[in-house]
């Protein structure tokens, strides 16, 4: 169901108060999901609805069974994939490696796991002959996470090949590996922890202060800009206390690696040329300059034997994912000028010894999405990418002298796409708004679809899940918005309900047609839920992305005012009178901002939000992102931060409000929502602050189970008691009674 309406105007007269170890149940339950026999894909199915069956649970969140890490090998006869569940007495999440066999591009039995049930794995590679397939998993003691395994002839143990400990990337011919890793450090301070560096790097080589007694002192002493990275519970050691990752080859058979770069930069994707004669890889060398704001990364090539590394690419701007064609005589990858500016597909013709030859071709010069790392077709004639259109994300192809052309369709998101060499096999990972992802198969062309894992069936089968339904509106100056409503399992026709308006992340990121645990839950407990795309998402054009510039909260406000009216318009049944607002990170930021000022909500949950722009900058670990936003720093555009403040705004605030913010959340410092429940609370509003250690600002993704479980019943309880037990209606009586 779409539903599209124009609106000239918000409707509401109060909207613009103010300018401005995984248990054996469940192994039983994968294996029983693979083995279940492939269908043809359904991708536009609503899951179990069924009036007797309950809606979406926060408690439901433990069996979420997530797939991805696609890899199809070169040869076509398997599909590795990662399968991550959730262990929830040990309040963790595991990975294991899977294996799907196939026969001339079709399923050849069920799925298997190949990696330990009690070790997690990740990131599966194969060697080009389909042989050895590697993953990384971090073992007891071992300082080597780099882990291989047998697929043809006698299988066994994972074993370690002599010299490669880090991400293997084979030569064409299978007789070398290339990798990146810091030479003779051993991964000492990589991870930044204590344990691992020792004091290393705890105080900055270029201190000018001194100590009294260095081995009574257990602090830090600071003088770089990156002392702290957020997913990252300990502070950072300081930069030039790292070794530089370099390349290093070494014999397929294993060996000692020899290091073939010496760069003052880290070194980054490696990538053969076809002939194995060459290395391509990704470098920033002004990566240690804090105060460089430009683009500067660039592709560099090095021979496999060693030598002087040159530069390939030295326009201004980062080029990245490099693809090497299938004849070796030309480079696919992704260029982006300037922060802001578009980011371009281009191609450039090569030499035999590695060099560009001319002017590099823009394949996407007319096209005005984001195209993701290319990848060549086994004929070479055109270049594939996924990309996000709208709320989806899907497969295109660009060649040069043809319009880009998208290759998969419909209301859903694709991603982790992987191809056979010889071009006949596809997998990738498909998910949409009442169907967590799961691994697909299919022609490169988009055709003969099928789904070959249902991890997630047994449990869905159980749950009534509403489908999202789009909604479209058109702002004041002609562009179109979208959004999507999700309707509340209990909805009958002529009731009356409370809605949920749910903002996203970035800015510039997406809602669209994915799974997501929260806007299920709140349906589950009685609610509409309206999210939306305003001005400032990704996947409608590059205008579009960047139309909130310098207007933080001023153009997108428009938006989310409008959408809610437009779901007003749609659906009779949701009270005017029994709206909330949440999101987190911007979607935070946007929360404390409409709640300061409109009064068109009557409740509220902000998290990991911003409340004061100027201390925001200060604290974070991101300040890139406002200095280019708001053109500048705060110094340069005092007024400007305070202006797109909501703390400045706070005194109007009546929603009550729930605060969530990690406790480690470096990219958006607790300190700020601090400020927001000091002032509520000094204001008399309703507010409560939910802390979560040991969480960063991805807690709720990648957060510890027990809490990411915990953040869904926060928010599902704090709006049931506003918007149902205790109604605005019945909350002003009783303040009146009061009075």
């Not at 040990?90 to 079709?106: A, F, S, V």
């Amino acid at each position: 169901m779409t539903v599209s309406i124009r609106l000239r105007r918000h409707a509401s007269p109060n909207a613009n108060r103010r300018p401005a170890a995984i248990a054996a149940g469940a192994l039983r339950r994968l294996a029983a999901a693979a083995a279940a026999a492939a269908a043809p894909c359904a991708p536009f199915a609503a899951a179990g609805l069924s009036a007797q069956n309950p809606g979406y649970a926060p408690e439901l969140y433990y069996r979420l069974v997530g797939v991805g890490d696609v890899a199809v090998a070169p040869d076509g006869a398997h599909v590795a994939f990662t399968v991550t569940t959730v262990a929830e007495e040990e309040n963790r999440r595991h990975r294991e490696i899977w294996l799907q066999p196939l026969t001339g591009g079709r399923p050849a039995g069920a799925a298997f796991a190949v990696t330990s049930s009690g070790e997690d794995s990740s990131g599966p590679r194969w060697s080009p002959d389909g042989s050895l397939l590697a993953f990384s998993s971090s073992r007891g003691d071992d300082p080597n996470a780099v882990w291989f395994l047998r697929v043809r002839g006698p299988g066994g143990e994972a074993f370690h090949i002599e010299g490669v400990d880090g991400a293997p990337v084979w030569s064409p011919d299978g007789s070398m590996i290339a990798f990146v890793g810091a030479p003779d450090d051993g991964g000492s301070a990589e991870d930044g922890t204590d344990e691992a560096a020792g004091r290393e790097g705890r105080i900055a080589p270029d201190a000018v202060t001194r100590t009294l007694d260095a081995t009574r002192f257990d602090g830090r002493v600071v003088t770089s800009m990156r002392y702290k990275r957020d997913g990252r519970l300990a502070l950072q050691p300081h930069y030039l206390t790292r070794e530089k990752r370099q390349l290093m080859v070494v014999e397929a058979a294993g060996g000692t690696p020899r290091q073939l770069t010496r760069v003052s930069f880290d070194v980054g994707g490696p990538v053969w040329s076809r002939d194995g004669s060459v290395i391509f890889f990704t470098g920033d060398e002004r990566e240690d300059d804090e105060l460089d704001i430009e683009n500067s990364g660039d592709i560099w090539a090095v021979d496999a034997r060693g030598g002087t590394v040159r530069r390939l690419t030295s326009n201004p701007g980062t080029e990245r994912a490099p693809a090497v064609s299938p004849d070796g005589l030309r480079m696919a990858f992704l260029s982006t000028p300037a922060r802001g500016s578009q980011t371009d597909l281009m191609v450039a013709e090569m030499g035999p010894d590695g060099h560009f030859r001319g002017v590099p071709a823009n394949l996407t010069a007319d096209w005005d999405l984001l195209p993701g790392a290319p990848d060549w077709t086994a004929d070479g004639e055109a270049v594939r990418f996924s990309a996000g259109t709208g709320g989806n994300s899907h497969l295109f192809r660009a060649a040069p002298g043809e319009e880009v052309r998208q290759v998969t369709g419909g209301a859903r998101r694709l991603s982790s796409f992987s191809f056979s060499d010889a071009g006949d096999v596809m997998a990738f990972t498909a998910t949409d708004a009442v169907t967590p992802a799961e691994l697909y198969l299919g022609a490169p062309d988009g055709t003969s679809e099928q789904k070959l894992t249902r991890f997630n069936d047994d449990w869905l089968s159980g749950v009534t899940l509403m489908p999202a339904e789009r909604l479209a509106w058109t702002a004041e100056d002609g562009t179109e918005i979208e959004g999507w409503v999700v309707k509340p399992v209990n909805y009958r026709p002529g009731g009356s309900y409370p809605l949920v308006l749910k903002i996203h992340g970035g800015p510039h990121s997406a809602y669209g047609n994915t799974f997501f645990p929260t806007f299920h839950v709140l349906s589950a407990a009685g609610f509409f839920v309206l999210y939306t795309n305003p001005r400032g998402s990704s996947g409608y054009g590059h205008d579009f992305r960047y139309a909130t510039r310098g207007e933080w909260g001023i153009v997108d406000r428009e938006d989310y005012l409008a959408g809610v009216e437009a779901a007003l318009a749609a659906y009779p049944e949701i009270d005017a009178n029994r709206l909330g607002v949440s999101g987190g990170s911007y979607g935070g930021f946007m929360t404390n901002w409409l709640t300061a000022t409109t009064d068109r909500f009557q409740a509220a949950v902000t998290s990991r939000s911003i409340a004061n722009w100027e201390s925001w900058w200060g604290t974070s670990d991101a300040q890139g992102l406002t200095e280019y936003e708001f053109y500048g720093p705060p110094w340069e555009q005092r007024d400007l931060y305070r202006r797109l403040s909501p703390v400045s705004y706070v005194e109007n605030v009546t929603a009550p409000t729930l605060i969530i913010h990690s406790e480690n959340d470096y990219r958006t410092p607790i300190g700020d929502g601090e400020q927001w429940f000091m002032s509520l609370k000094k204001l008399g509003v309703p507010v409560e602050m939910v802390r979560y250690p040991r969480s960063s600002h991805g807690l709720s993704r990648t957060g510890e189970p027990w809490l990411l479980a915990d953040r869904l019943e926060r928010i599902r309880s704090w709006f049931v008691h506003f918007l149902v037990d205790n109604p605005p209606r019945r909350r002003a009586a009783a303040d009146t009674g009061r009075r």
